[in-house]
């Protein structure tokens, strides 16, 4: 499920842009498995590639992109899925591979700015002596206005998301386990082509609540009448997310409390969306 030619061209002129305004020679991009290979975003953007460990992207400002595959049994894979001309593995030493193929200036992309998170420190003392800038946040500012064709992608990924809460209220009855709530969640996407960002969840006693978050990972817990399930679901479309948070109630209506905390909630999101009009800040 690519992209056009024509939206990639659009991504690689902005990226190249940014190389010329940064004087850059070369982009790496890195990314890792975590958060369900979804910590591949920025270099994924250029690559249409999610690797099941890390990988790099290293483009030049002029010529063609080789993608660094982690693993070199899933090199064949990603050749089938990502446009990149050159895919090839990266060997156990991807730093000393990249320092092969670069040269001058280099701008070095993360994960996330946000959180300083970049690639391995073995992988970055392989690279000593070239000209490093950090440009993650720079560049991923490039990603934060999304084109018509990542709009419709969102929309599926978010029918997905939508689909998985609908999921769990159909499916949420006395005696089923947290572990088979998501099963069931998950499979009813994964069937129509989605894959799984999150999928966390905490059942427990609407009138005795013991946590205030959806846990990470489900228990054994069999739901009772009366409970209430509190939810973060992320369903992803090749590489595009949506999110819900919703609380299901187990065969019972929610008590004054919960709905007070609904309210407020409501209200809450309600002032925001009417007052702000900028774009959301691009972690």
């Known amino acids: 499920m690519r992209f056009s030619p024509g939206e990639m061209t659009r991504r690689y002129e902005l990226a190249r842009g940014l190389m010329r305004e940064q004087e850059l020679d070369f982009l790496v991009l890195f990314g890792n498995s975590g958060v369900n290979r979804h910590n591949h975003a920025n270099h994924f953007w250029l690559s249409q590639w999610q690797d099941m460990h890390h990988c790099y992207l290293v483009v030049p400002r002029d010529g063609d992109a080789t993608l660094l595959v982690g693993l070199v049994n899933h090199v064949p894979n990603a050749r089938e899925l990502s446009d990149v001309p050159n895919v090839e593995w990266g060997g156990y030493e991807p730093g000393k591979t990249i320092a092969g193929l670069v040269h001058g200036r280099v701008g070095l ?10 690639m391995p420190w073995q992988h970055y003392n392989d690279l000593q002596g070239l000209d490093l800038v950090d440009v993650t946040r720079e560049y991923a500012s490039l990603r934060r206005i999304k084109s018509d064709e990542e709009i419709e992608r969102l929309r599926g990924a978010a029918e997905l998301s939508d689909l998985a809460i609908t999921t769990l209220v159909e499916v949420a009855k006395p005696g089923v386990a947290e572990t088979e709530l998501v099963a069931r969640v998950e499979e009813s996407y994964r069937r129509r082509g989605g894959t799984t960002r999150i999928t966390f969840l905490r059942s427990m006693p609407m009138d005795a609540p013991n946590g205030c978050l959806p846990a990470q990972n489900p228990s054994s817990r069999r739901l009772e009448k009366g409970d209430v399930i509190i939810t973060e679901f992320s369903a992803s479309l090749w590489g595009y997310s949506g999110q819900v ?28 969306t009417s007052r702000s009009s900028s774009p959301c800040r691009s972690l």
């Open 109 to 118: 992309v993360g994960v996330n700015a946000t959180w300083h998170d970049g």
């Open 245 to 272: 948070h919703r609380p299901v109630f187990v065969q019972a209506e929610p008590t004054r409390e919960w709905l007070d905390m609904f309210d407020a909630a409501r209200d809450a999101y309600s002032r925001v």
